[in-house]
């Protein structure tokens, strides 16, 4: 194995909290401990329904751990967190010194009740389609869909949190988990030590809102970084333009790129905006806009095949519940927005409206969606060239969390928590409990990746 676990066992539960027996197993070749903690699937009904949340615990590598362990929670939607554990454990391997490391698959995914149903065998052109597949879906799995939002999966957290005893969780969560840490922060207060928010968006500011804006923003920093390379500059001198004009010329006229696929414009933007996640495929943009404008398709059929094979099409009903009822991921956004990526943005969010439309609804009282204002110590991560949470995400940073420092590393995308330096950073900052201090000079000489030329 190449982590061995403590071999104490995870502290005693707290007087009256439920107790979760965890049991040693190995979770991605880590020594762990695990269990299944039940729950009422709805909290109104706690005699009715429940379901079994999977538990991972790496104990502290010292004993005895302190006092609060470090929560991992998953992005996604979807996401189930126990899929990290051996990222996490290489990740922040200075915080399991001390700390247990606490993953738990969030209602609905991975092992907890995940709830899925098989894709459609073929395309959905129809409102009625899509409304007979949506209710056929939603009927072919048991239990009560609109039982599996964020805030209900928080309360889940911390009945966990009680039932192992620990006092406090660091929390980390990047993406959507840094709206689940959020929303665990505003239910929970007592039970956070501190907080990593890492891509993140305020909660009460609408995630559509500024998709495509954020988009054209992380664009502009790949061009600005183009052109100041002598060698990507005289490689791709026009590939913006050429991008821009390749999105309003195939939104008229759709591009055959391959023998059994055209590509319109508003499908490119999609394409260039996941590049805009990671700083290693952003790199790559300026050679495939260049040869798609000369009629080479090659870097740009490869990336839409690398795209699709990550794309799980699995109907996630976790994920449904969540994006057709919380207010956070904006729905009601409309343009225009002067982007290369208005169409893109627009075609995402009527993707959604539309089989939302028909999904189960649920209450989501606006108090509950707005920005919790805590002193605990948080600590935001951000890519300078994130396309969809960058930092400007959090506009009342520090009036909301007075406690708060943010760290922006330059040219990168979509969470950068695990990067080398910035992994050190979050264990000085788990290990001290404070954002004070922080030794984040390394941050300054993380560099972006160089651009292929072909």
């Known amino acids: 194995m190449i982590l061995a676990a403590a071999t104490a066992a995870v502290a005693l539960a707290a007087p009256h909290a439920p107790a979760l027996t965890l049991k040693p197993c190995t979770v991605q070749q880590v020594d762990a401990r695990c269990g299944t903690f039940v729950v009422p699937e709805n909290r109104a009904k706690p005699d009715g329904r429940t379901i079994g949340l999977r538990v991972v615990v790496v104990p502290a590598r010292r004993t005895p751990a302190l006092p609060d362990a470090f929560a991992f929670l998953a992005g ?48 959905l052109t129809t409102k009625v389609q899509i409304r007979a597949f949506v209710h056929a879906c939603v009927a072919s799995v048991p239990g009560d869909v609109t039982q599996y939002g964020t805030r209900t999966a928080m309360d889940d957290l911390d009945a966990v949190r009680a039932a192992l005893g620990y006092k406090q969780l660091d929390v980390y969560g990047g993406s959507y988990g ?60 026009r590939w913006r333009t050429e991008f821009h004009d390749l999105v309003a010329g195939w939104d008229k006229h759709p591009a055959r790129t391959a023998k059994n696929q055209t590509t319109t414009g508003t499908g490119l933007a999609g394409v260039v905006q996941a590049m805009l996640l990671d700083a290693y495929t952003a790199a790559s943009i300026p050679l495939v806009a260049d040869d798609a404008a000369h009629g080479d398709y090659g870097p740009l059929n490869s990336e839409i095949a690398r795209q699709q094979s990550q794309d799980n099409p699995t109907q996630e009903l976790m994920y449904w519940s969540i994006w057709c009822n919380e207010p956070w991921v904006g729905l009601g956004a409309t343009g225009p927005w002067h982007t290369d990526f208005d169409g893109y943005t627009t075609s995402s969010v009527m993707s959604h409206r539309v089989p939302c439309a ?35 995400n959090m506009p009342r940073l520090k009036q909301d ?54």
């Open 358 to 392: 028909f999904f189960p609804k649920r209450a989501e009282p606006a108090a509950d969606w707005t920005s919790p204002r805590s002193s605990v110590p948080v600590l935001v991560l951000a890519g300078g060239a994130d396309p969809q949470d960058p930092l400007t």
């Open 76 to 123: 996604g939607p979807g996401g189930a967190a126990t899929d990290s554990v051996f990222d996490a454990m290489i990740a922040w391997n200075a915080v399991h010194e001390r700390h247990d490391m606490l993953f738990v698959d969030q209602r609905g995914t991975g092992g907890s009740n995940a709830m899925t149903c098989a894709p459609p065998k073929t395309s």
């Open 178 to 237: 840094a709206t689940a840490a959020q929303v665990y922060l505003k239910r929970h207060p007592s039970s956070v030590r501190t907080l990593v928010l890492d891509g993140s968006t305020a909660i009460d500011v609408p995630f559509y809102g500024r998709f495509a804006v954020n988009a054209e923003h992380a664009l502009a920093d790949v061009a600005k970084r183009c052109a100041a390379d002598a060698l990507c500059a005289k490689a791709f001198p």
């Open 401 to 454: 969390f007075p406690n708060s420092r943010a760290i922006v590393v330059p040219h990168y995308g979509h969470t950068v928590g695990m990067l080398n330096c910035v992994r050190d950073v979050v264990s000085q900052f788990v290990d001290r409990g404070t954002v004070k201090g922080l030794d984040t000079f390394c941050v300054g000489a993380v560099l972006p990746p160089g651009f292929p030329l072909g």
